[in-house]
């Protein structure tokens, strides 16, 4: 079965410092995985998304996330956040043969000033 | 523009009281599905469905229905609802297929009394 693991429920950051969002996963095969951030009020959003390659992906909003097979994680950077980046975000994996996608608990970040 | 639209996005009901939360999507995409957002439990699936006529259990089904009469909609029914039914519902869809990206609604935060 297909599951993941965010150890973090929340993390506080000081603007223009880095962010790392913890993600390991479960999973039979070769794994797909996403990023999803929830703003306040809003629906997900779609960060970025690994299927195979590069094992270091590039999405939105200068995110990026490393995939290492070894340690089973997806980890999620960002070199300098601002203060629109609080927010909760999801990692993903999947879709399965019936095209689920299993999500983690999930983080909340929170930006001082 | 390409959305999945939720109604309502905001609601408080008694328990027993059948409601209906509507769903959307102009994306022309086979597979949706209802997702329910709990704190410290992440994004689990209620339903999906592959197709028009077609749906299945998600992870957590029991006191939802679902129907899946045209491509574009997929509401969510609760035919007698209960307290253990509040929290924040989202709708998505996807093109069917592996690491396909899901889009999400708003989400409709339901409190049930």
Known sequence: AQSVTQPD????????????????YSYGA???????????????Q????????DT?????????????????????????????DAAEYFCAVGPSNDYKLSFGAGTTVTVRA | EAQVTQ???YLITVTGKKLTVTCSQNMNHEYMSWY??????????????MNVEVTDKGDVPEGYKVSRKEKRNFPLILESPSPNQTSLYFCASS?????TE??????TRLTVV
């Open chain 2, 95 to 99: 093109v069917p297929g592996q690491g």
């Open chain 1, 9 to 24: 429920i929340h993390i506080t950051v000081s603007e223009g410092a880095s962010l790392e969002l913890r993600c390991n």
């Open chain 1, 46 to 53: 779609l960060l970025l998304k690994y299927f195979s390659g």
């Open chain 1, 56 to 84: 270091l992906v590039q999405g939105i909003k200068g995110f990026e996330a490393e995939f290492k097979r070894s340690q089973s994680s997806f980890n999620l950077r960002k070199p300098s956040v601002h203060w629109s």
């Open chain 1, 30 to 44: 070769t794994p797909y995985l996403f990023w999803y951030v929830q703003s306040p009020g809003q629906g997900l």
């Open chain 2, 7 to 9: 109604n309502p996005r």
């Open chain 2, 102 to 107: 899901a889009f999400f609604g708003q989400g």
């Open chain 2, 36 to 49: 329910r957002q709990d704190p410290g439990l992440g994004l689990r699936q209620i339903y999906y469905s």
